[in-house]
């Protein structure tokens, strides 16, 4: 199947920096979803983006579907403690029977 | 509040054993999703479903079942257990209107397969 790379895959700041993750494939997509999972649970829809080119904002949260449509981006302006978790990407590819396809993850820890 | 439980947080059973996970809605939402979380792997689909008694594959439905005989609950089957199943299982819901985005995901069912 089909495996989204996202990058990195686990980052650890300092309470009020920004972040920025990214989500990239060789394949192309015409759907981007981004989730949170806090530890135990299970993922938040945080954004979703559906054009080429879209940038979507979601309070501290913004998104970018990428032009090539081959990459998305989630940046988080300003991070607090409670941001911890870990963020997915997840793809709808073109002709796969509308199944949507995860990223490995990335790890973010905020360091108070 | 919209609600998608699943039945066990943890659960321990044997290699050979045939295992039921349930997973109910309250939102009266058409589709259903099983998933597995594995680390480095991300979420893999299992199966999906968007009606009762329907179902469609996912990337990995080998060695698994599913039954949807009502709307709110969809059931994932182990057939034989096997120890390279133990992993943690989510299960999602959405709205027809939303295609195939699993928009409500469960706390996970951690099953270990001794």
């Known amino acids: 199947g089909q495996q989204l790379n996202q990058s990195p895959q686990s980052m650890f700041i300092q309470e009020g920096e920004d972040v920025s993750m990214n989500c990239t494939s060789s394949s192309i997509f015409n759907t981007w979803l981004w989730y949170k999972q806090d530890p135990g649970e299970g993922p938040v829809l945080l954004i979703a983006l559906y054009k080429a080119g879209e940038l979507t904002s979601n309070g501290r949260l913004t998104a970018q579907f990428g032009i090539t449509r081959k990459d998305s981006f989630l940046n988080i302006s300003a991070s607090i403690p409670s941001d911890v978790g870990i963020y997915f990407c997840?793809?709808?590819?073109?002709?796969?029977?509308?199944?949507?396809?995860f990223g490995t993850g990335t790890s973010l820890t905020v360091i108070p | 509040d919209v609600k998608v439980t699943q039945s066990s947080r943890y659960l321990v059973k044997r290699t050979g054993e045939k295992v039921f996970l349930e997973c109910v809605q309250d939102?009266?939402?058409?589709?259903m999703f099983w998933y597995r979380q594995d680390p480095g792997l991300g979420l893999r689909l299992i199966y999906f479903s968007y009606d009762v008694k329907m179902k469609e594959k996912g990337d990995i439905p080998e060695g698994y079942s599913v039954s949807r005989e009502k709307k709110e609950r969809f059931s994932l089957i182990l057939e034989s257990a096997s120890t390279n199943q133990t992993s943690m299982y989510l299960c999602?819901?959405?709205?027809?209107?939303?295609?195939?985005?699993?928009?409500?995901f469960g706390d996970g069912t951690r099953l270990s397969i001794l």
């Open positions: 999602a819901s959405s709205f027809l209107g939303v295609g195939n985005q699993p928009q409500h």
């Open positions: 997840a793809g709808l590819l073109l002709n796969t029977g509308n199944q949507f396809y």
């Open positions: 939102m009266d939402h058409e589709n």
